[in-house]
């Protein structure tokens, strides 16, 4: 137990909160701090103790993500789900419109254009990052997909 109170007071003064009053315990008869919000005082935040605002939070995303996707294990798996997300795309479309039969030339338009349009922006870059990686295996799925149906509406 004396222990645990070296633990908890350093503990509690980090975090601005400080014992007031140290209570006995029945059970073994040693000082124990008691959680009852008057045996505390709580000071206010300083101005610079870390992010308190929507905006703060908002910056610190993009740090949190490139920390989340160092590991290559995490960036193959969400590439493989970029990969079957963008298949499963194109079959949803092929479905949808082949079964309508209505506007099938402009669904298929739409997806040349986006094919096209996502291939002109990954190769004009100058260095592929993890989320224009993403967006390429995605295009992939999307066009493999589609090749796919189109195999199996010719047979």
Known sequence: MAQTLNWITPTLTSLNLTPRTKVPDRRYGEPSLRSSPRYFSIRAVQENEG????VDIVRFIPQLSDNYFKSPSRRALFGGISLLGGFYVAQTISLSFGALGVNDVIAAVLCVLLTEYVTKFYYSRPKVTFPL??????????TYGLFIDAFKLAS
Not at 51 to 54: A, K, S, T, Y
Not at 133 to 142: D, E, H, I, P, V
């Open 51 to 54: 992010p308190r605002r929507l």
């Open 133 to 142: 990686a993403l967006l390429n295996n995605f295009k992939m799925g999307f």
